[in-house]
């Protein structure tokens, strides 16, 4: 009887999983083709702007016509992946089809003139978008479109970054503070891993990292296996790690309301914020804070690679950036925090490694994935990106990062439509 019972349960889970495979599989396809384009048309936008400078005097243009294309068309889609997750909290109108358009059209802009902005943010809403508009043709009801949602997340965060498994856990992770979504995991993972594989079929490739071998004494190696020396370094860097989290995500909030409270005139805040971003380009002299960061606009330019070699990164550069990538978003230009928070990490991860005496390369991976741990309130993503990005080698130092940025990043992050399920630290 017991038997039969298993066998009649591991039938409907079978049948269940089938059907998920079944659905996922064209949408994630379509999704990982969608973030091909996406790769390919940013990367000759910003290739173009480093043959033409001049085009950074544009950026205040460029604001202005993605603040009208939001106005006249966007309608909800301006609040960007927190449409998308207020959606799988709540369902109400649904995600709109023109977000996928639109904001890969406003990340191509704002890159082409310079704008400090990210790539993850366009992934997730193509993603997301995708995922709404075959849920309606395959009429699902809202608990499975829910979970289609959130497998668009995973399609597109796998897909833009080339890590699949991180993908998957980051979408059932990022929904709620301290809570996993489970029950959506196995269409995420598919959805994950066939966006992937689709970026790859399309011969988009990513950027490869690498962890110098370390040579550190150990004077416990016979009792641990871990350095507790670079241990202790590890967690004084990931405290910085999680307060540079906290002093983004808070930078973004207030200058939004401080661009609000500026000016009543809403098409007056993207013509400012360009203003600024050239005014402190004009200052520095050098463009190295502008656009994604990952490609050297010259021969010796600050950039996310350029982080994990020894003087890689002035002092003060993930400041910069921080400062740049906060105008940027808060003034209305596209394209998402992550990669800008990835810069952050690691220059701020190379600056440490010369305070601390550590290592270079091990502490920009650790600043690269815990400062995004911080600020999207995802350790456990995050801890899976370094593996999935630098190997398994360092897992114990990635995840005592992730987790220690995680609890000094405060309760909050850069996603509003993020739930907070379990407090951090109880009162």
Known sequence: MINKILSLQQIRV??????????????????????AFFLWALQRAIHYRFEHPWLLYLLPWAGLVIHFLYTL??????????VIIDEIHQPKGGVPKRMAPLVLFSTIITHLVGGSAGREGTAV???????????????LDPKEMQILLTAGIAAGFGAVFGTPLTGAIFAV??????????????????????????????????????????????????????????????VIASIAFGLASWLFAQLVYRLKRFFLSLTPKAWLIPLLGGLIIILMTLILGKPDYLSLGVDAEYP??????????????????????TAYTSVTIS???????VTPLFYIGATLGNTLSILLDAPVSLFAALGFI?????????????????????????????????????????????????????KKIDP
């Open 125 to 139: 809403q193509i993603g997301g978008s995708i995922a709404q508009l075959f849920g309606k043709w395959f009429r």
């Open 370 to 422: 815990a400062v995004f741990a911080g600020a999207t309130n995802t350790p456990l993503a995050c801890t899976i990106m370094g593996v999935e990005l630098f190997g398994s080698e360092y897992l114990i130092y990635f995840a005592i990062a992730c987790y220690t940025a995680y609890f000094f990043s405060g309760q909050t992050g850069i996603y509003s439509a993020q739930q907070l399920g379990v």
């Open 300 to 321: 010796g330019a600050v950039t996310i690679p350029s982080a994990f070699q020894e003087e890689g990164a002035d002092t003060w550069s993930w400041l910069w950036k």
């Open 14 to 35: 079978f049948k269940n999983l089938s059907r998920w495979t079944v659905i996922i599989l064209p949408v994630s396809i379509s999704i990982g083709s969608m973030v």
């Open 331 to 337: 003034s209305g230009f596209k394209g998402g925090e």
């Open 173 to 234: 992770e990022v929904l709620t503070v301290g809570r996993i979504q489970y029950h959506a995991i196995f269409p995420c993972l598919v959805a994950s891993i066939v966006g992937d594989l689709t970026v790859s079929a399309w011969q988009i490739h990513h950027i490869s990292y690498r962890i110098d071998t370390l040579a550190l004494p150990n004077l416990f190696e016979t009792y641990f296996s871990l350095n507790l020396f670079l241990v202790v370094k590890i």
């Open 73 to 82: 068309y966007g309608k909800d889609a301006e609040k960007g992946n927190n």
